[in-house]
């Protein structure tokens, strides 16, 4: 999932007349307790099977609720456990590998509306999600259901989806493999159900408004003040009690600064990465704090876009880059520089305990005294490719969005690109939206990037990049890639699993070097002290339905 702040999807009509984002401006008619958290600007998007973005996701989290959801495990760590669904599904395993799941819903369960929730509510989501109509980014998180790979070619049509409402509280999932992700699966938003009616009436629009944005989660839209805030209430209709605030106020905010100001003016209860001038003396402090991050800070390079057609010229423009500097003068925050595309913290072959990049080793050093061996290893790739020293290299641009830590990396890359290889790279920066679509349709030559995965599983860091996938944004294009990712998705066997995504790995990163990773995440953020009961997942996720305020 892609980060915006220190990290898809299409440009945003707004229904309303756009307002200068203010933590200070208040919502209208809000009444009993409420907190303010800004995770970001306006979001592209805030319909489940759409949205690719983790603020979005932090805002759909709080709306809906899948199969599974995300529970407090008592320390402040998010666990998986079921939510639309009263327990754990019944499991067959049938001769061929396929996989039937059985799931049986909870009694009452409504929309924020009042009407009835059924299985069949499901079966349309899932459905939409997979019709290529949708287009949604993030349809082949369900890939492992049956038939849903045939469904977003084109080849089947989407009621052949393997999944079926028996009754009411019924629901039949049928899947190709013993998928070892499935139920954190059923945790992703774009698994999440939406309901057909107001999809069908409202079009596209469904979502710019509380009278169509209806949703089955702990929480319910009240108002939006596009670029200004998203204002949530608590849900009278969801099945269970929600104990945390009455209302939660997402401020909609861009400036790094402003948002710190608000935090320190107690207008904001909850911010994400502050100012990267600030960061060491919050840490000094103890304001800022440091959680762990599964992701990836990259740039993406457009591998159909010349000079970039040649995976040496790719490899140079990597082996460039100085990542310890960006770490340790720039980011500041414990991130650690990247040997790979896939972080630290994802399981092997052995399962807990085990680390995909400790065993898939490293693609170069990192290592601080093997900078300048990389550089000379990049300029005789770039002289191999026909630029020795630089020469007749045309001047290609780097792109970002709009956001100072983001600046900050982009004129250091620009400067060790120059000093390394002798090529001109100039800066181009775009607001959020336009940044998005930008990427995503490959209009451009180098640009920030950055993943978080979905799922404790290295393949959601690999199969993004299969040949047309919605998350390519560099534009990778292997067959070799594509058929090792289909190979660990037909079995259930770890061992072989691990062995074709390292395999593919191997090829994205080495022989083709489609991407330029740069470091690993962490999640640096800031919070009210009087607040208790947040509980966070290491995929980005923070969750706020349980916290209390002291007084």
Not at 213 to 234: A, F, M
Not at 396 to 401: H, K, T
Not at 415 to 424: F, G
Request: hydrophobic residues 40%.
């Amino acid at each position: 999932m892609v980060k915006r702040i220190g990290f898809l999807l299409m440009g945003l009509t707004l229904m309303a007349m756009s307002v200068s984002a203010s933590a200070s401006r208040q919502p209208a008619q809000a009444s009993g307790s409420q907190i303010t958290l800004v995770l970001g600007s306006e979001p592209n998007t805030i319909d489940p099977a759409l949205n690719s973005a983790v603020d979005g996701a932090i805002y759909i989290n709080h709306l809906f609720e899948g199969l599974y959801k995300y529970v407090d495990n008592g320390q402040g760590r998010a666990q998986a456990a079921p939510g639309l669904a009263a327990r754990a599904p019944q499991k067959t395993v049938h001769a061929d590998g396929t996989v039937t799941y059985v799931f049986t819903l909870r009694d009452n369960l409504k929309w924020s509306d009042g009407q009835p929730f059924t299985a069949r509510d499901i079966v349309f989501s899932w459905q939409r999600l997979v019709d290529p109509s949708t287009a949604a980014d993030y349809s082949y998180m369900i890939d492992m259901v049956k038939n849903a790979n045939e469904i977003m070619a084109g080849q089947v049509n989407k009621n052949q989806l393997g999944v079926r409402a028996i009754d009411d509280k019924t629901l039949e999932v049928i899947i190709t493999y013993d998928c070892p992700f499935f139920f954190e699966i059923m945790t992703f938003p774009s698994t999440f159900p939406v309901r057909e009616s107001v999809i069908n009436s409202a079009g596209d629009q469904w979502t710019f408004s509380p009278s169509t944005y209806i949703s089955n989660g702990p929480y319910r839209l009240k108002e939006w003040v596009h670029n200004s805030y998203l204002l949530v209430e608590k849900n009278p209709n969801y099945y269970a009690p929600v104990s945390g605030p009455d209302n939660i106020r997402f401020a909609l905010m861009d400036d790094d600064n402003a948002m710190l100001a608000a935090f320190r003016n107690k207008e904001v209860d909850f911010m994400e990465t502050p100012p990267v001038d600030e960061i060491p003396g919050l840490l000094a402090s103890g304001e800022l704090k440091i959680a762990d991050y599964l992701g990836t800070y990259y740039v993406s390079i457009n591998n159909q876009k010349a000079p970039f057609t040649d995976p040496r010229v790719r490899k140079a423009f990597s082996l460039a880059i100085d990542r310890n500097y960006i770490v340790e003068q720039i980011t500041r925050a414990g991130q650690k520089p990247a040997s790979g595309f896939v972080p630290s913290g994802l399981y092997d072959a052995a399962g807990a305990g085990s680390d995909f990049r400790q065993t898939g080793g490293d693609y170069y050093s990192i290592a601080k005294e093997d900078y300048n061996k990389n550089i000379a290893e990049a300029q005789r790739l770039l002289a191999e490719a026909g630029y020795p020293n630089g020469q007749g290299f045309p001047v290609v641009e780097y792109l970002y969005n709009t956001n100072d830590a983001h600046r900050a990396i982009g004129e250091a890359l620009q400067d060790m690109w120059r000093t390394a290889l002798n090529v001109t790279v100039t800066l181009g920066n775009q607001d959020w939206a336009v940044f998005l679509d930008t990427r995503k349709n490959g209009d451009y030559t180098l640009a920030r990037d950055g993943w978080i995965g979905d799922y404790n599983d290295p393949i959601n860091f690999l199969d993004m990049f299969l040949t047309g996938g919605g998350n390519n944004n560099s534009q990778y294009k292997s067959p070799a890639f594509d058929a090792l990712i289909a190979q660990a998705k037909s079995t259930s066997v770890q061992a072989d699993r691990m062995r074709y995504l390292h395999q593919a790995e191997d090829l994205f990163m080495d022989q083709d070097a489609s991407v330029a990773p740069i470091y690993f995440y962490t999640q640096p953020y800031m919070i009210n002290p009087k607040l208790s009961g947040m509980y966070y997942t290491p995929l980005g996720y923070f969750f706020f339905q349980n916290v209390k305020i002291a007084p």
